[in-house]
């Protein structure tokens, strides 16, 4: 086992893959630790409010960076590594005038129809303030991601996950360590705040650590058309995501919603897991490809699928020991949510598998076959969602949820052999 440590990718995806797992790891701490006072302040059904109105925004968050995120980490990667920054720094500028004047209008949008919303779709009024205390936070969220992802095009790795996850966590425990939520709409001005320190940190840091130089240009159009494709495709995961849980608060109660959403953040854990591996390796996949190193960017992905199953499986033995003990932490009430969380850790094990298929098919210029998969995966979840949750509750959302990672995941990989031309093992020991 020794020739593992020496050799070079290896200690690579070990060492930087690593450093950044432990950050997002940080995060995923912070915020279990978040979700738990949320819950035991709030009790299932306030808490069941709260994940409502956020997965809602989930999905406008994704509408409305409308895939800029990865545009810009491709955009900044190569041509950073060129030291053609002008043309890197614009991308950054327009993605981020695009994405606000977007965000504002959703934002607008929403707080109008806040009652209208409440009303017709959840036929809950309470759902009015919390809808306008997130429709304020959106622009603010939306622009911290872009910069987040523009950080890392830099090789800032850990600022970059620091700034998108782990940071909104920690100042989000300082407040309600300061002041506890009381209510959903607490938790939700919160929620604000916490946005816009991040946002204001994130424009910190690039101003400081941008280059100046070159004479390229990049125009909205180009921005736009190549963010498109990973715009809808992201629509539509956030969406098939996300509805189980508008599924669950429209047939059945906020408490049920709170089980699902606890369960699919506490599965989370090796969602992050994955995406901290997978970002890592990001703007490696795109020079690599970019220089025609096909050969050393397939075995990079072997062993970066290998170093994933080998972290994520433990993770699941772990919780099929144990579930009650998990969901203990939430509260009482949250332990007979114990199947609901196999199924969905279940979901992100297999996802592991996969490896860093999507974000290969967007870093090598593949981003319409990322879409297709989402589209498909999307719309046979959502169509499927509609029996299983109806019939089947929490057990029925968590069959989705992981139905809709192995099809979307199954697919990408099939386009990176087939159409990218990649061919790589599942495990490279």
Excluded: H
């Amino acid at each position: 086992m020794l020739w593992i440590i020496k050799d070079k990718q290896f200690k690579s995806l070990l060492t930087g893959g690593g450093k950044s797992f432990l950050i997002k790891g940080g995060g995923s701490v912070l915020g279990i630790i978040v979700l738990s006072i949320l819950t035991n302040e709030l009790g299932s059904i306030q808490s069941g409010y709260y994940f409502t109105v956020f997965s809602l925004f989930t999905v406008g968050l994704t509408i409305g960076t409308m895939g800029l995120t990865n545009t810009v980490l491709k955009l900044v990667s190569v041509n950073y590594s060129k030291s053609d920054y002008s043309v890197a720094n614009k991308a950054v500028y327009k993605s981020i005038i695009l994405s606000s004047i977007l965000c504002t209008s959703l934002s607008i949008s929403i707080f109008i129809g806040s009652s209208l919303i409440s009303i017709v779709i959840f036929e809950d009024i309470v759902y009015q303030n919390i809808l306008i205390l997130f429709s304020i936070a959106l622009p603010f969220w939306a622009v911290s991601q872009i910069i987040g992802y523009a950080i890392q095009g830099l090789n800032r790795v850990s600022l970059s996950f620091a700034l998108t996850g782990p940071a909104l966590n920690l100042i989000l425990l300082l407040l309600f360590f300061y002041d506890n939520p009381k209510s959903a709409e607490m938790a939700s001005s919160y929620f604000i705040i916490s946005n816009v320190i991040v946002c204001c940190l994130s424009i910190y840091y690039w101003a400081k650590l941008r280059k100046v130089g070159g004479q390229g240009r990049v125009s909205y159009k180009k921005i736009i058309s190549s963010s498109m494709p990973i715009a809808i495709s992201k629509v539509f995961f956030q969406i098939s995501n996300n509805a189980a849980i508008l599924y669950l608060a429209f047939w059945f109660t906020p408490s049920d919603v709170a089980f699902f959403a606890v369960c699919t953040r506490v599965a989370g854990i090796i969602g992050l897991v994955i995406d901290a591996m997978n970002r890592f390796i990001s703007p490696q996949i795109a020079v690599m490809f970019a220089k025609g190193k096909v050969e050393e960017l397939e075995s990079l992905v072997s062993k970066t699928i290998s170093i994933l199953i080998l972290i994520t499986l433990p993770i699941f033995i772990i919780t099929l020991i144990i579930p009650n003990y998990i969901l203990s932490i939430f509260g009482n009430d949250f332990e007979g949510a114990a199947a609901v969380l196999i199924v969905v850790i279940l979901g992100q094990v297999l996802n592991s598998f996969f490896g860093p298929v999507a974000n290969i098919l967007v870093m090598t210029g593949n981003e319409k076959y990322y879409r297709n998969a989402n589209m498909i995966s999307s719309t046979l979840a959502i169509l499927i969602g509609i029996l299983l949750v109806s019939n089947l509750g929490s057990i029925g959302a968590a069959i989705m949820y992981s139905s809709t990672l192995f099809i979307t995941n199954y697919y990408c990989w099939y386009c990176v052999r087939e159409k990218v031309g990649l061919k790589f093992s599942l495990m490279k020991f």
